[in-house]
């Protein structure tokens, strides 16, 4: 399974996500490419987690770095001087910038993992503009769109269809839950639910490699970040998944006979 995954700053690809994709990586069951659109959405030295703005640039080497440790196959990140932050035609450039460095094109890949549509623990609006972007680019394709939440979303009704849990390593798959909205949608979020079904999975991976990850950061505030963002030192992602995606990670974990099942419940239980 050939996964892409963009992200808007470097750190991003270390945390969200990072160890569930990390430990599915080293094992080679998945081919994880990261483009990161970082001077797309801000100019080097905004970051107000650094510990001197003026070696910001230096995140540009860490980032490669933190890919290497996460195990994911290639990557590019975007140091460009863009004149227009933001704007959807800045963030397609320089996503098409890294699919050519990268020597791929969109269609390459099975599935497309971008930032939540509601910007992760910060509410980021960079990363919510990463999602309107993925979500339009993937909608008349047939590549699939997933991101990771840090916790499950309120608004959609979250109903179990496992009763096992699958293993491999470092990674388990713990929950499967078909979602329904079941409150007001944001409208970002509307077309990636009413495409068809909407699941999501439960995933525990790899913390210690993805703090290892993240430790590459030599110019990152570790201890502010610690202390922000819960999903520091979480190893649990909760993967929502478009119809489209869901289909292919169904697949995925049903046919790959790498994937144990160490538990399993009737539903007497």
């Known amino acids: 399974m050939k996964i892409l995954l963009v992200t808007a700053h470097p750190d991003d690809e270390a945390i969200w996500g990072a160890a569930s994709l990390s430990a599915l990586a080293q094992r080679g069951l998945i081919d994880v490419h990261v483009i990161c659109l970082w001077t797309a959405c801000e100019p080097m030295g ?9 070696t910001d640039y230096l995140r540009e080497s860490h980032f490669y770095s933190s890919v290497k440790v996460l195990g994911f196959s290639d990557s590019f990140i975007a140091t460009e001087s863009y004149p227009e932050k933001l704007s959807t035609e800045t963030l ?18 099975d599935i497309i993992v971008s930032h939540s549509y509601y910007g992760d623990e910060r509410r980021h609006p960079h990363h919510i503009k990463l999602f309107n ?12 769109h997933s991101f990771f939440s840090f916790i499950p979303i309120k608004t959609l009704g979250h109903r179990p269809v496992s009763n096992s849990i699958k293993r491999a390593g470092k990674f388990q798959l713990i929950g499967e839950f078909l979602c329904h909205p079941e409150g007001e949608i944001k409208e970002n979020f509307s077309q990636f639910c009413q495409q068809g079904k909407v699941k999501m999975f439960i995933c525990q991976g790899d913390l210690e490699t993805k703090r290892k990850a993240i430790k590459e950061y030599k110019t990152i505030d570790l201890i502010k970040h610690d202390n922000d963002y819960g999903s520091f030192t979480s190893s649990t992602d909760f993967l929502y998944c478009d119809y489209k995606s869901s289909a292919i990670i169904d697949k995925f974990f049903s046919l790959d ?13």
Do not use: C, H, R, V
């Not at 680019?137 to 590549?143: A, E, G, M, V």
């Open 46 to 54: 905004s970051i107000s987690g650094t510990l001197d703005k003026k």
């Open 92 to 109: 397609g450039l320089a996503l098409k910038q890294g699919l050519k460095e990268l020597g791929k094109k969109l269609n390459d890949f």
């Open 257 to 269: 006979k790498n994937f144990q099942i160490p538990t399993y419940l009737t539903n007497e239980m």
């Open 133 to 144: 972007l993925i979500s339009e680019l993937t909608k008349s394709t047939d590549i699939g």
